[in-house]
């Protein structure tokens, strides 16, 4: 559901799309698991596919209706702290912007691929080529609230961060059953810390708008 609707809700990917929290339904909606085998007539693409059709598909097979809804909440908002920003200003071609399906030579060795990315291991974010708005929705995931670009500050730049999993919904995924992520890096500020300090940037607390997918029905799919 949260791809269809949101990541490719209009046949394209919305790169660093925030994850959408979805609320209501009954409990198996979260802990049960389906096969879905479907055959889409004509030569769609793929973002068709799991966009429009995939929500097609949900609301015939599973009798779905969903709605956006939008509320004040707990959220973070991103400023320039004090001492101003510490910026890297990103040079025009040194990344591949990435698309679905990848381009072609995305996977070769030494290829940098432009946007967000969080590395659990080293417990770090790299976002290269990115803007603020677009580093925002990386953090968003990390703190799991809604983080708003307030910086006012344009343009693209090249964003390494290195932090502490404490705090940060990294440290919930190492309580799991990662033995790689097991030792936390020594000495690594907090994400608060480590953005004020890294990159001149920092996260206030507040309230601001947050979307939210709200099931309003939904029932067990029968088989074919």
């Known amino acids: 559901m949260g791809n ?29 698991s389906y096969d879905i085998n479907a055959r889409a007539e004509g030569n769609p693409s793929v973002l068709m596919m799991l966009g429009p059709m995939m929500q097609k598909l949900l609301e015939d097979r599973f009798q779905l209706k969903i709605h956006r809804q ?22 025009e071609g040194s990344c591949m912007p990435w698309s679905v399906p990848p381009p072609p030579d995305a996977f070769k060795p030494g290829t940098k691929i432009c946007g967000g990315m969080i590395n659990g291991i080293a417990s770090s974010v790299e976002a290269p080529g990115s803007t603020l708005d677009e580093f925002s929705k990386v953090l968003r995931i990390l703190v799991d609230r809604p983080v708003i670009d307030k910086t006012g500050i344009a343009g693209r730049f090249d964003i390494r961060v290195r932090f502490s999993r404490e705090g940060t919904v990294l440290d919930d995924i190492r309580l799991g059953k990662n033995p790689a992520m097991a030792a936390d890096p020594t000495g690594a500020p907090s994400i608060f810390v480590a953005l004020q300090e890294e990159l001149g940037l920092k996260l206030e607390a507040g309230r601001g708008p947050v979307d939210t997918l709200v099931i309003d029905h939904i029932e067990r799919p029968t088989e074919n």
């Open 70 to 91: 939008t509320s004040e909440g707990p959220v973070y908002f991103l400023t320039v702290a004090r001492g101003g920003p510490k910026l890297h200003a990103f040079t």
């Open 4 to 32: 269809a609707y949101t990541s490719y809700a209009d046949g394209r990917l919305k790169l660093n799309s925030e994850p959408t929290p979805i609320t209501g339904g009954p409990s198996w909606v979260r802990n049960s």
